[in-house]
C-alpha cells in the first residue's frame, strides 16, 4: 500500500515561515513526481509546485515562486516545502501528491496517490 503523510503544518503570523514534509512509504520513487497542491475554504484545489524523483527538476506556481522552495531527500522517500514570507492568501489545507508519469504536472486529477492533507493558518 502507498502511504503519504505530510507533517509540519500549523499556526503563523504573516511573514512567518513554516516547512512541511511529505513522507512516501510502499513505493520505491523512480520516474516519478511529487506535487504539492492545496486548499482553502471554498475554492478549488490549487497547485503550488513540483519536483522530478530522479533529476530534481523543481517547478512552482507564479503565486508562491520567490517564497517557497520545493525539495526532495533522495534516499528518504521525503519531500519538503519551505515556506517563507507567508501570507493570509496562503491559509488553506496542503497536500503533496505522488504521481508515475511526467505528464500533466499542474493538474490534480492527473496525480495516483495523495496525503491526508495539513493545515496551514496565516494569521495575525
Known amino acids: 500500500q502507498v502511504l503519504l503523510v505530510e507533517s509540519g503544518g500549523g499556526l503563523v503570523q504573516p511573514g512567518g515561515s513554516l516547512r512541511l514534509s511529505c513522507a512516501v512509504s510502499g513505493r520505491t520513487l523512480r520516474r516519478d513526481v511529487m506535487a504539492w497542491f492545496r486548499q482553502a475554504p471554498g475554492k478549488e484545489r490549487e497547485y503550488v509546485s513540483a519536483i522530478t524523483w530522479n533529476s530534481g527538476s523543481r517547478d512552482i506556481a507564479d503565486s508562491v515562486k520567490g517564497r517557497f522552495t520545493i525539495s526532495r531527500d533522495y534516499a528518504q522517500n521525503t519531500v519538503y516545502l519551505q515556506m517563507n514570507s507567508l501570507k493570509p492568501d496562503d491559509t488553506a489545507v496542503y497536500y503533496c501528491?505522488?504521481?508515475?508519469?511526467?505528464?500533466?504536472?499542474?493538474?490534480?486529477?492527473?496525480?495516483?496517490?495523495w496525503g491526508q492533507g495539513t493545515q496551514v493558518t496565516v494569521s495575525s
Open positions: 501528491a505522488l504521481k508515475s508519469d511526467y505528464g500533466l504536472m499542474k493538474i490534480a486529477d492527473a496525480y495516483d496517490y
